[in-house]
Every structure is written in C-alpha cells, then in structure tokens.
Antibody, heavy 123, light 110 residues
C-alpha cells in the first residue's frame, strides 16, 4: 500500500525557517518524481515544487522561488522541503504528492497524497 | 503563473449530470494532454478522479468523465450522488511553470 506521511509543520514567526519531511512507503521511491502542494486555510490548491526521481531537474512556483528548497533522499525514501524567510502568506497545509506518468518532468498526475502538515506563520 | 479558471460553484440534484469547466491558455490546457482533476472532501487530502484529460484511475466510478476542447477542459459527473459533494480542482502541465491548478469548484448536491 502506498503511503506518504508528512511531518515537521508547526508555528513559526515571520522570517523564520522550517523543514518539512515526507516519508514514503509501498512503492519504489527512486523511480518517480515528487511534489509539494499547499492549501491556505479556506483556499484552493497551489503547486509549490517538484523534484525528479534523480533530483534534477527541480522546479519551483514563483511565490516560493529563492526561499524554499526541495530535496530528496532516495536511500531513506524521504522527501523534504526547507522553508526559509517564511511569510504570513505561507500559512497552509502542505501536502506531498507522488507524480505518476507523464512524458515531461512534472507532467504526471498526482496519484497519491499524504494527509498534510499544517504550517502557521504568525507573530 | 496564473491559475486556471473554474466556476466557483455548481449544483445539481441526485441523478442529474453536471459539468465543471477549466479554462487556461495554449501554454497549459490547450498545449498538452496532461490535464487532471482532483476531488477533495472537507478535511481530506485531494484524490485524482481524471488524468491525462479523460483517463479514469482504477477504482474511480465511471460516472466521472473528462474532455478537452481548445483551451478548456471539462469534468462531467453523471448520475449525481450525495457522496459527490466536494470541491473539485483541475490541474494542467504548463511548460513554463510545470504545473498549475484551477481555483476550485464547490459541488453541491441538492
């Protein structure tokens, strides 16, 4: 059974840092790209970042470029999101999602999602 | 990175059919066949119901179907059931930005 379990969320002040983790199981992690998608309270889904199976290429949404860093450790079946210079508008539930299929990097469907971890940026 | 355009809400009675539209540009919806649709119930993670415009994942009811014409993709749910009440999001591959979501549509089953 495919499982994605996020952790690392919490309350942080504006300008602070946080590192999210996503533990994957039930599939061969190093064969698929992975994504982070977020959802602000009461709002819609926003794609944040993508990392290919080999860690290159990597893509970011303009809203987080230069502040967030996605990475993965295939030996540990884990995905990460390092979030620096956090802003109030980064407050959201952050989901990791598997990228399945697709001819181009990041073009697959998000066929499995974690349960999400809440990040709250507030003073 | 502009979001795809979806209606904020749609509604229908049990047994009826509804269609949700998703409008983008030639750089995303119109330029690729990598449009997917996600269903999200309150407090839950999204679930893919359609991928690559019109393909249904294993386990998804055949009441769900997808199509695309030009820069607009559509999700149709036939034989509406109470359990279909949820938020629905479209997503498209976008060559310049990788992925873009629609703003979401709240489906109410009357």
């Amino acid at each position: 059974e495919v499982q994605l379990v996020e952790s690392g969320g919490g309350l942080v002040q504006p300008g602070g840092t946080l590192r999210l983790s996503c533990a994957a199981s039930g599939f061969t992690f190093n064969t698929l790209g992975m994504n982070w998608v977020r959802q602000a309270p009461g709002k819609g889904l926003e794609w944040v970042s993508y990392v290919s199976r080999s860690s290159s290429p990597i893509y970011y949404a303009d809203s987080v470029k230069g502040r967030f860093t996605i990475s993965r450790d295939n030996a540990k079946n884990s995905l990460y999101l390092q979030m620096n210079s956090l802003r109030v508008e980064d407050t959201a539930v952050y989901y990791c999602a598997r990228d399945f299929g697709g001819e181009y990097y990041g073009s697959g469907s998000l066929d499995y999602w974690g349960q999400g971890t809440l990040v709250t940026v507030s003073s | 990175q502009s979001a795809l355009t979806q209606p904020a809400s749609v509604s229908g009675s049990p047994g009826q059919s509804i269609t949700i539209s998703c409008t983008g540009t030639s750089s995303d919806v119109g330029g690729h066949n990598y449009v997917s649709w996600y269903q999200q119930h309150p407090g839950k993670a999204p679930k893919v119901v359609i991928y690559e415009v019109s393909h249904r994942p294993s386990g998804v009811s055949d009441r769900f179907s997808g199509s695309k014409s030009g820069n607009t993709a559509s999700l149709t749910i036939s034989g509406l059931q109470a359990e279909d009440e949820a938020d629905y999001y479209c997503s498209s591959y976008a060559s310049s930005t990788t992925r873009v979501f629609g703003g979401g549509t709240k489906l109410t089953v009357l």
